[in-house]
């Protein structure tokens, strides 16, 4: 994600304060974003409206049931060419092959003598990493200015295809990450102060930032302007 929100940040004219070698470019095929489908301003709440644990062991059940492997085979990282195309199979199938994906590579994985390409990063800190995300106690609460959440609808990208995978893959989406998915909407609105939401249509966990890169920025600059009047 670093790489479109870099990009955005550009195009927005905010300057971040750390620097990246990622860049991310509009696919000229990418399906458009409508406007902000919904936004939402409810009063505070004083306690949280949800179980956090709760959701957290949902989160936590949910990448034990994915039913589609999320991490390269060592066949997949016989080549950088073979890493590309898992990447691009798996993650972003429908869009153009974005720019920002090509660096956000380059920069996990370094090819190696015989051309094979091997993670920068151990598995070890996959783990500690992962621990982190679900054992981290978000408290939307403290949040005291008005906060724009960008959601897409679905975690993996849809298949077309009628296949047996192509269907577990929408069972699991159904049973597990859309209703967690909801939860932490309905959590976000109710514990923020000023809560703006919209689910980006077109989009999946690794495509909301390259998608229509153009429309992403024209929604966050609508929720800035408006709240700069």
């Known amino acids: 994600m670093l790489p ?5 940040l550009s195009l927005l004219q905010i300057a971040p304060q750390v620097s990246t070698n990622h860049s991310s470019t509009v696919p000229a095929a990418a399906p458009a974003l409508d406007s902000i489908d919904r936004v939402t301003l409810p ?3 004083k306690e949280p409206l949800f179980d956090t644990p709760r959701l957290r062991a949902a989160l936590i059940k949910s990448f034990e049931a994915i039913p589609t492997p999320i991490t390269p085979s060592p066949a997949d990282q016989q080549s950088f060419d073979a890493l590309r195309a898992w990447f691009r199979r798996t993650w972003v199938p429908d869009i153009p092959w974005p720019p920002s994906w090509e660096a956000h590579m380059r920069d996990l994985a370094d090819v190696q003598p015989d051309g ?3 993670y920068r990063q151990t598995d070890s800190v996959n783990a500690l990493m992962f621990e982190s995300l679900v054992a981290y106690q978000k408290d939307f609460r403290k949040v005291t200015v008005p906060a724009l959440a960008l959601w897409a609808p679905l975690f993996l990208p849809e298949s077309k295809a009628d296949t ?5 893959v929408a069972q699991w989406e159904k049973d597990y990450f859309a209703p967690f998915r909801e939860k932490s909407i ?6 923020v102060v000023q809560a703006a939401d919209t689910v980006l249509p077109n989009t999946s966990h690794a495509s909301i930032g390259a998608v229509d890169v153009d429309g992403l920025v024209r929604i966050i600059r609508e929720f800035l302007e408006a709240r700069a009047k």
């Open 4 to 8: 479109a929100v870099y990009a955005l």
């Open 43 to 45: 009063a505070n709440r």
């Open 116 to 118: 094979s390409t091997r």
């Open 164 to 168: 047996a995978a192509a269907r577990k």
């Open 186 to 191: 309905r959590r976000f609105n109710a514990e």
